[in-house]
């Protein structure tokens, strides 16, 4: 330990980040201001690197860039594999010259739906409703109860850092990243991301903590059109309704539980008095509103991509620097840095900011400042003390029968009905048609025929419409017009018109569901449920709790014509923030 003092756990943090911080050559502290994907290679070995995402080898990411924190990318197969590999990889930190260990983080992976921009699926991790469904159930302790056996089963693997959780308001309905909200309620929104806080976290961090960056400040949302800034066509926040600083409350919540770092989103703010360029390039915003007004020290990391050019899944995608287009990538590097922010989400361009410095435009001193947020919250998850896990017992902990108990129930108090008849509860031994349910499982709770003329009941699952667009890595962010298509509204006037009709909708965003509540026997909503979870809300089994986390729009006039930024704006919804009927009288 003499020749590393820093690993003295009986020192202060702040004692031991200035040990280790003396000791840092330029080129290693340049390697902390790049938090970049990864991925594990074979059965838990390190990776060669991956030509999807155009990502490096990660003995180039440590060796090379001195590169100490990596975002987790795809689905692995088993817990005790991704264990594996990460014991692999601090292994490899550990080797280097100063030990750094590697802080690993991802994006949820607890979810329903695949989308490697926002979230996974969960694989071997328990699986629960997403964030609308959450919302949902009202249920803060529920939340809080989330966020603690997700910590537990990150923990079990060494996922250090939650990518998550996102209170944006949902307040254009068109917006693609809405399932990932708590709806469009300011209040209800604070008071659970503040819970989902404290439940990867604690009540302070420390080692047993999972750390969040918390996101997208100073709120997504208010999307010009509806669309994501994700794409150059999405960039611009619009603020007609005067509303940013309803978008803020939230975070207000994500400050006094002690969210860890945060993240600014990619838009550009129209018309408001900050500057019109991406949040993530913002002075503005990122010192003069969050460090500034708001007195937060924490690791402010961008949003994945602001510097470079990618090339995803087969398709080219620009920098998300937008207002910045017109700048070098050295020089939005330096404008990012004045900016306030520590490090670059989704970036490995590590030459690019030793130049700067080397060029005398970024002192080391400023380096220093952002160098030390980064290194203090290694020292406090404990990180330098523990940097390996168990993984003989990553198995046991991730998916525990306990866990996956608790997210079942989730599921089930989440599916809200919005319209019902005498059709429901369904009748024990009922003669049942389904679509998007696989037999076996409807078998449980009934005959299955396979035609609606031969049912007592229909029970058909649908897909929220949206658009397909030219890229594999858009058709991800399900985007464009809310109606359904006249061949799925036939469809289901079809079957509506052969037999009593439940129609469950996964609803990712408020879709324009007047004319399928006309024919329709029944409509429920999900944002993440199994089959299973469904059937038990029907036949009685399980009460409907649910409540929607947002308005539901009469038709797409009323959202064109409602304000992107300004909650429940549209007129004369057809269902409304809060609404849910319970199936026993």
Known sequence: MSGRPWMNAELPVAERVEL??????????????FHSMISTGENGQLSAGNAEFGLPSTAEYVEAKHLTHFNLLGRVNSAGEIARWHNRLQELAASTRLGIPVTVSTDPRHSFKENPGAAFAAGPFSQWPEPLGMAATRDADLVQRFGDIARQEYLAVGLRVALHPQIDLATEPRWARALQTFGEDADLTGRLGAAYIRGFQGDALGAASVATMTKHFPGGGPQQDGEDPHFAYGREQVYPGGAFEEHLRPFIAAFAAGTSQIMPYYGMPIGTEYEEVGFGFNRSVITGLLRERFGFDGVVCTDWGLISDSNILGDHHPARAWGAEHLSRHERVQKVLDAGVDQFGGEHCTDVLLDLVRAGAVTEERLDVSARRLLREKFVLGLFDQPFVDADAADDIVGSAAFRAAGDAAQRASITVLSAGPALPVAAGSRLYVEGIPAEIAARYGTVVDSPADADIAIVRLQAPFEQRSTVFENFFHAGPLDFTEDTLAHVREVAAAVPTVVDVFLDRPAILEPIVAVAAAVTANWGASASALLDVLTG???????????????MDAVIASRPDVAFDTADPLFRFGHGLSLNG
């Not at 089994?541 to 038709?555: E, I, Q, Y």
């Open 541 to 555: 089994t399980v009460p409907a709790t649910g409540k929607l986390p947002f308005d539901v729009p009469r038709s």
């Open 20 to 33: 280790l911080l003396a000791e840092m050559t330029l080129e290693e502290k340049v390697g902390l201001f």
